[in-house]
């Protein structure tokens, strides 16, 4: 595998401090963009949480189903900042914008076909969860008004990827803030001033995330002028963001089918072990932010290094992001361990229950340094085009992890070592899956070539 861990970023024989450097002003403020994402729905919560119990169950199945779509079509960004890095690094900053502006196309398109079928659907959607009358008429309100909202949040993935792309993350994440602020004004607005509950929630959220998509056009206007770019869309454009970001589908359903099913065995488990895996995953979602910082970082060095067709380069990024994720996974993995004892406590105040999650942490605790290096290689790959390697090693993953999770729903263990053998197939098994198959690719130089 290419790569040195063996030193903390910074030390070592290839240490380049201009290029840390980069590595950070890259990933501080993606990491900025991405906290504030969750921050939308936490703000929703909050605020509908003051309306009473069923609006607050009626918006948690409405969430439920748009992060679901959401987290589907993140390929957009993913897909776009390598097309556009690539063209970047090769001294064509218009061709670069051009592919960007196709991905926003693209976008556009897709989330209107969402929109439009996600609205018809939206009354069976609600009823596949079964929910109380008072409860699904909630989550239909804000379903069916926040479908229109679709089309903004895949357009601002495509103009997100975009920017990266062109190595600039620090206006998406003004882009972001300003949207924050817009959806709690808004909200506030429709909701108290208003009079409209639920429905001035969506409403809110709707209209600060087409905000977003002004800002952006007008951005990214502004670059096509500066390098000649067309703001009209090119067929080839939008047929490579198709066909890239179709593999990127593939494997996003891979992550997610893992996610679901480690859920599905939870639940069959009990109760209160469910109830500690959440608290666990949560905690490795939660690093997780950080790390997918430098998975973006990674991924915009690696598509610029390629396109200038400096291989000595891409190498040095591989080696040095993957030195900043593994270190950064130490530290984290470090603190988890510390606290392992406390998070219990600090989510929910019951004993039993910290004392149900802390192997479970422990596991966490360990497996960091490999997630660390796994997100980071992930972005490598996505940097480098590689989609369909990255769609098929998906579909392998799952092959070890698969049956670890059947032999412990087989075997009927629950409790704390229920919980136990659950973290350590997903972070143990699945992981370092995940981490075999990444560190495969990247031991040769065959991966580089897939841009070409």
Known sequence: MASDPSSPPGTGPDAAPSLNREILHLAVPALGALV????????????????????????????????????LMVFLAYSTTPAVARRFGAGEPGDAVSVGIDGMWFALGLGAVLAIIGAVSTPWIVAMFGPSGAVGAQAHTYLMISMWGLPAMLIVFAATGLLRGMQDTVTPLWIAGLGFGANALLNWLFIYGLGWGIAGSAFGTVTAQWGMVAAYVVVIRRLALRHGASMKAQRAGLRGTARSG???????????????????????????????????????????????????AAQALIGKSLGADDLAQVHRVLRRTTAWGMWFGVLVGAAIAALSGLLGIVFTGDADIAALVQPAFLVLAVAQPVAGVVFVLDGVLMGANDTRYLALAGLVNLVPFLPALWIISLTGVDGMLGLLWLAVAFFGVYMLARLATLGWRVRTDRWTMVAA
């Open 36 to 71: 504030a994402e969750p921050l939308f729905l936490i703000l929703d919560a909050a605020m509908i949480g003051h309306l009473g119990a069923t609006p607050l169950a009626g918006l948690g199945i409405a969430s439920a189903v748009l992060q679901t779509i959401v987290g």
């Open 246 to 296: 179709w593999w990127l589908f593939l494997r996003t359903i891979s992550l997610r089918a893992a996610l679901l099913i480690t859920v599905g065995v939870a639940t069959g488990i009990g109760t209160q072990e469910l109830a500690g895996w959440q608290i666990v995953f949560t905690i490795f979602s939660t690093a997780a932010f950080a790390l997918d910082a430098l998975a973006i």
